[in-house]
């Protein structure tokens, strides 16, 4: 019976943040033209990667005990489910994703219940910063509407209270503050994320 494993799915998102570290080092040693570019692609990279690890993190949870789950879909496949069980209890026919901070939390609540180890993980004022700028600037790079704008400094201001404009995604990452590249914080940040809800399924 398949079932995921939460250390070897943090040690795949640890090879995706190294792989991302790698490019935009590659990428701003080279000098490129367009290097701002380079970063918004890194952070659509990291964000990907992330959706992954949530997927294979609340399956793991399921596998451990489904019974949030059956309760909250109204149907369950046994005390032992398979990886792919829960995926098509979470999914359907559909691709998996949740909409900002409510959402994530909706999926989490969805497989552990309100009050679980994973819920008190995720809500960890740091974890909820860095996952919050994540998918504020994921999705500014992605769209550039005014919308995502807005969004994006509004989640910015978690690390740069003072911030009133952002040109791009790209450019804002690849400059250090106080030391460090941008883009690397936010590496620290939903890696340090990913350990935690790691740590709260084992």
Same mark, same amino acid.
């Not at 918004?40 to 690890?53: H, K, M, P, S």
């Not at 978690?158 to 990452?173: A, F, I, K, Q, T």
């Given at each position: 019976m398949r079932k995921k494993n939460p250390e070897k799915s943090l040690e795949k998102l640890k090879r995706e943040v190294v792989s991302i570290q790698n490019f935009i080092t590659s990428a701003s040693e080279s000098k490129m033209t367009h290097l701002a570019c380079c970063f918004?692609?890194? @952070?659509?990279?990291?964000? /990907?990667?992330?959706?992954?690890?949530?997927?294979d993190i609340v399956v793991a949870q399921i596998n451990r005990n489904p019974e949030h789950l059956y309760s909250a879909v109204g149907v369950g496949f046994g005390k032992n489910p398979t990886a792919a069980q829960c995926e098509f209890l979470l999914v359907g026919d559909r691709y998996f994703d949740f909409k900002?901070? !409510? %959402? #994530?939390?909706? @999926?989490? /609540?969805? *497989?552990? %219940?309100?009050? %679980?180890? #994973?819920?008190? $993980? @995720?809500?960890?004022?740091?974890? /909820? &910063?860095?996952?919050?700028?994540?998918v504020a600037l994921r999705n500014f790079a992605t769209h550039e509407s005014d919308?995502?704008? !807005?969004?994006? #400094? &509004? $989640?910015?201001?978690?690390?740069?209270? !003072? /911030?009133? !404009? #952002?040109? *791009? @995604? %790209?450019?804002?990452?690849?400059? *250090? &503050?106080n030391g460090t590249l941008r883009m690397q914080r936010l590496l620290n940040g939903v890696s340090a994320l990913c350990e935690d809800m790691k740590d709260a399924v084992t």
């Open positions: 918004d692609f890194a @952070v659509i990279w990291l964000y /990907r990667a992330f959706e992954e690890f949530v997927l900002g901070f !409510n %959402g #994530l939390l909706d @999926v989490i /609540r969805k *497989s552990s %219940g309100s009050s %679980g180890a #994973l819920v008190v $993980a @995720v809500k960890k004022e740091a974890n /909820r &910063k860095s996952f919050e700028i994540l919308h995502a704008r !807005n969004s994006a #400094l &509004k $989640a910015m201001k978690h690390w740069e209270p !003072n /911030r009133r !404009n #952002l040109g *791009s @995604v %790209g450019n804002w990452l690849k400059v *250090s &503050k």
